[in-house]
Nanobody, 117 residues
Framework: QVQLVESGGGLVQAGGSLRLSCAAS????????MAWFRQAPGKERESVAR?????RYADAVKGRFTISRDNAKNMMYLQMNSLKPEDTGVYYC?????????????WGQGTQVTVSS
């Protein structure tokens, strides 16, 4: 059973940067597909970035966000630059044991990101 814990959220002005971290325990993430999701107030949760051999990004964050992982440390990161108020939300890391199904069975508790204008 993999446990995920996010950190690094906070309040930042528009144009600023934050780096989110996701620490995994109870299993190794090297064979997992990993992803970042976010949920803004009143909106559904959406995928932000995915790392599963290759990386994919939501159109809204392309060129501004970078997903990375350190399998040796069992960590995943999300570098967020040029932040915009619409990036505000709770950010979750997630792990999918199967690259075939890409079903995210494991989730962290989330970390709040607030971007002020």
């Amino acid at each position: 059973q993999v446990q995920l814990v996010e950190s690094g959220g906070g309040l930042v002005q528009a144009g600023g940067s934050l780096r989110l971290s996701c620490a995994a325990s109870g299993g190794t993430i090297s064979t997992y597909a990993m992803a970042w999701f976010r949920q803004a107030p009143g909106k559904e949760r959406e995928s932000v970035a995915r790392s599963a051999g290759t990386t994919r990004y939501a159109d809204a964050v392309k060129g501004r966000f970078t997903i990375s992982r350190d399998n040796a440390k069992n960590m995943m990161y999300l570098q967020m630059n040029s932040l915009k108020p619409e990036d505000t939300g709770v950010y979750y890391c997630a792990a999918a044991p199967s690259w075939a199904t890409m079903r995210y069975d494991y989730w962290g508790q989330g970390t709040q990101v607030t971007v002020s204008s």
